[in-house]
């Protein structure tokens, strides 16, 4: 890795520090108000960092992991399969951007529409499979909601399928974490689509949003995501000899803050579980090595009365 990112990723660590350590934590941190964070053990579910890990937000495009999911659900019941064509309305091809360029009429596959969701997150291509599953976007966010609900996700609620703009569509960072977790242990072979960067439509090469794929060893997957009124998202999850650990951040300022803050809290999150491996392969019954700073749950900030298409989540 170039050395001007790892100076970058040392001076988040250092920033994490004092975060852990001052009170209250979270104010100085990527985003203000609006950030939060934790750092979460795949195969158990504990928690080894989080910081407002409770408090409301807005998902922006990680909406997209649970319209996923209900993709990978349907497939695995048999309702859908990867060639099953997902029909475009025009309230599906009229998304704000990212869109893929849906036409009302078309129709697009469900394999075309998975890799369109993980890559460019296309907001048109979100509609048009929550009409096809839920009989309308408005219906299958309920659903969306209930499946939330029943993974663990109390503090989760739904109201489209893309993550663009509406008040009453909230998560928490946990929660995300929580779905992080869902996607990796439920759906094991559909969780590699996760971990595409580009793929083929019309001819045309669509890029992917997520540069931790390529800039962090052992990562993965899973989802970026931004509005104005939420900043700058991302779930993400890497393996590292044998550990896998989930990361889930809100409120960057901008999309390489907060890249770079992820891998600084990756990086000390494998830091923390592989001094604990020592321990126990001492046979020593040492501290458990768990940081976490918990604020305060904040109330979910106003949305700026701004143009839609300036809060496409991607």
């Known amino acids: 890795m170039p050395g001007s990112g790892l100076t970058a990723r040392l001076a988040a660590l250092l920033l994490l520090a004092g975060l852990l350590t001052a009170a209250p934590p979270a104010r100085a941190q990527i985003g203000g108000e609006r950030y939060a964070a934790i750092v979460m053990d795949a195969a158990t579910g504990e928690e080894l960092l989080a910081v407002n890990a409770g408090a ?92 939330a609900q029943a993974l663990g996700m109390r503090d989760t609620s739904f109201r489209n399928a893309s993550g663009l703009p ?33 793929f083929s439509w019309h001819g045309q090469t669509v890029r992917g949003h997520n540069r931790i794929l390529d800039e962090y060893d052992g990562a993965d997957g899973l989802k970026t995501g931004f509005i104005q009124a939420s900043g700058f998202n ?14 889930v951040v809100f409120g960057g300022a901008t999309s390489r803050e907060r890249d770079e803050h992820v891998m600084a809290l990756f990086d000390r999150g494998f830091a923390l579980r592989g001094s604990e491996m020592m ?10 090595l768990v940081g976490t700073a918990q604020a305060a749950p904040v109330a979910a900030p106003a949305l700026p009365r701004r143009a839609a298409a300036a809060q496409a989540p991607r």
């Open 279 to 288: 321990v126990a392969s001492r046979g020593v019954a040492g501290p458990r």
């Open 234 to 247: 991302l779930a993400a999850s890497a393996a590292r000899n044998g550990v896998r650990l989930i990361v």
């Open 166 to 198: 509406d008040s009453n569509q909230v998560t928490t960072a946990r929660d995300m974490a929580i779905l992080s977790r869902a996607l990796v242990r439920h759906f094991p072979r559909q969780y590699a689509y996760f971990n595409t960067q580009s």
């Open 56 to 147: 409301a937000r807005y998902p922006a495009s990680l909406t997209k992991m649970m319209t996923l999911y209900m993709v990978f659900e349907a497939m695995q019941q048999g309702r859908v399969t990867l060639a099953t064509r997902i029909p475009v309305s025009r309230h599906a091809a009229g998304q704000q951007p990212s869109r893929l360029g849906l036409k009302p009429g078309g129709s697009i596959t469900v394999r075309e529409a998975i890799l369109a969701l993980v890559t460019k997150s296309a907001n048109d291509v979100a509609a048009a499979l929550g009409e096809y599953l839920g009989g309308s976007e408005v219906q299958f966010g309920r659903m969306m909601t209930r499946r």
